[in-house]
């Protein structure tokens, strides 16, 4: 896979990006070279192709799924629908998903899913039709199930597409008691977990919130501390794109311009998220929304002035063509890999600081872990404490009460007596996680004197990959 792939934005194949930054944090590891070959390497690819009926014609449709690494079972990964989708994207992806676990701490091997199709032009009914045999290709080769391999959403699929693999997986396993597990990503009707479909653009506001809250580091850019004010663009208003914007801008930072397919639209004193998504349902565009300058040119608002740029559509968008037009000073790679070698370099020298996708968008499969784990456990997060907490909530105020000889206000008593629910466990779930994953790499960073976050978080994952194998007494 070292075989250079050249195209005008990029000199590297996808997978070679990933092996260049690997390479870089392997320095510190004083290791036999055999063994990190061993945990760069994709563990099993398949690449299947399977005939659908759409419409009076057969289409052969051409698909993937990747196990980068079974250091840990089950895999995890998510599923793309694209027409760009490749053998090299989907194995760089899946190598991807094997270090965001590790920093993330989740139990799981990487892995990533492809179908090329582009589900935008095409009606429901086939894109479940596809799904479908898909999922039955998957299970034919042994390769879902709660305890082998775990799919979950990624660029094109959702909830629908995930509720489409389960029912399918339970259809032709009807006897797997753990069946719900085989999949993450669920609506909450179908074993879903309240707060996954947010986790992602959650996660990069929490870890993005977390740098801006070092003077150290703010000061080396020329920003003050906080989130609150900052000049913050993002491209891409999907899943995780909508998300990591309406965090941010419920957080007090100004959403100068937001980018999608069919252009940018920008507005220096701020556009309301929830007022555009509004304008893009009745529309089908974000163009022409009101009081904000329309940028045809949908790659040029990465160049526009800002604080924070967040890309959150697709890889290789910052690449050696536009690194050095780029004015943000700090970059949140919320997609999967969008920026390339070469930029990442021009990046660096600029002094932008580049908070990594390995560890800044590991929070949909986080989330995922919860979920998988309620599925396995086959009970709702809270169920069992909810009631009793609240009841020694009420006892404790009682006590209170007496003591101080005080009355607490109605509305006091109803925050403090709460027990938590689904949604407050798994959202601290998630804000521990991330918050824990920053100051490791930026601990390691300082420690081990790394010139950047991403060197840093690679070493953080391939040390604790190197750890597994051990226990598993695999390495000597
Ligand atoms: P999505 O399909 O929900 O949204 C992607 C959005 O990007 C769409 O609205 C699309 O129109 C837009 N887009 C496509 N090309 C564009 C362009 N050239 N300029 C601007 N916008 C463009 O996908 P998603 O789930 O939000 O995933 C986005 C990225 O985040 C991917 O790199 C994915 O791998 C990564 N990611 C997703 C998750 C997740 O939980 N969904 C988790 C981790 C990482």
């Known amino acids: ?17 990933i092996e260049k930054n690997f390479d870089k944090a392997t320095r510190f590891i004083p290791i036999e070279k055999g063994l ?9 690819v398949y690449r299947m192709n399977f005939p659908v009926k759409i419409g009076k014609q057969i289409k052969v449709i051409e698909a993937y799924r990747v196990q980068h690494s079974h250091h840990k079972l089950p895999c995890k990964g998510g599923i793309r ?8 994207e989907i194995m760089t992806l899946s190598a991807l998903m094997t270090y965001k676990c590790a920093i993330a701490d989740v139990p799981f091997g990487g892995a990533k899913g492809g179908i090329k199709i582009d589900p935008q032009t095409m009606s429901e009914e086939n894109i479940e039709k596809i799904t479908r045999r898909y999922t039955s290709e998957l299970i034919k080769k042994n390769f879902i199930g709660p305890g082998i391999d775990v799919p979950a959403p990624d660029y094109g699929t959702g909830e629908r597409e995930m509720s489409w693999i389960f029912d399918t997986f339970l259809s032709l396993r ?4 753990d069946a719900l597990a085989c999949v993450t990503g669920k609506p909450v009707s179908q074993g879903g977990l309240r707060g996954r479909k947010e986790a992602t653009g959650l996660g990069v506001f929490y870890g993005i919130r977390e740098l801006c ?9 020329g920003l003050e501390v906080g989130i609150i004010g900052k000049k913050v663009i993002i491209q891409g208003l999907g899943n995780v794109g909508y998300h990591t914007a309406n965090f941010f801008y419920e957080a007090g930072a100004i959403i100068v311009a937001l980018a999608e397919r069919e252009g940018a639209i920008y507005n220096k004193n701020g556009l309301d998220v929830s007022q555009v998504i509004l304008h893009l349902k009745n529309t089908g565009s974000i163009l022409n929304f009101p009081k904000a300058k329309n940028i045809k040119n949908t790659e040029s608002a990465l160049e526009l002035e800002c604080d924070i740029l967040i890309p959150a559509a697709l890889e290789n968008v910052i690449h050696i063509n536009n690194a050095n037009r780029i004015k943000a000073k700090i970059i949140g790679e919320a997609a999967n890999g969008p920026i390339t070698p070469e930029a990442d370099e021009i990046l660096e020298k600029k ?9 800044l968008n590991a929070g949909g499969v986080t989330v995922s872990y919860f979920e998988w784990l309620k599925n396995l456990s086959h009970v709702r997060y809270g169920r069992m404490e909810k009631r009793f907490n609240e009841n020694m909530n009420a006892r404790l105020l009682q006590v209170v009460e007496t003591i101080c000889n005080k009355k607490i206000s109605k509305k006091e008593k109803k925050i403090i007596l709460r027990g938590a629910r689904e949604i407050d466990l798994v959202r601290s779930g998630l804000e521990d996680t991330m918050i824990n994953g920053f100051h490791k790499i930026i601990n390691l960073k300082k420690s081990s004197n790394i010139e950047n976050m991403r060197t840093a978080a690679f070493l953080l994952a391939i040390n604790k990959i190197i750890d597994s194998y051990e226990k598993l007494g695999i390495f000597p």
């Open 174 to 177: 009807p006897s797997d008691v």
């Open 81 to 88: 629908y694209s027409m760009k989708v490749t053998q090299d």
């Open 213 to 221: 809250k070092m003077k150290e580091e703010m000061d080396s850019i």
């Open 351 to 359: 002094g932008i600081i580049i908070v990594p996708d390995i560890y």
């Open 1 to 17: 896979m070292s075989k250079k792939i050249q195209n005008k934005t990029n000199i590297y194949s996808f997978f070679n990006c």
């Open 36 to 44: 990190l070959e061993q945990i760069k390497e994709c563990n099993s």
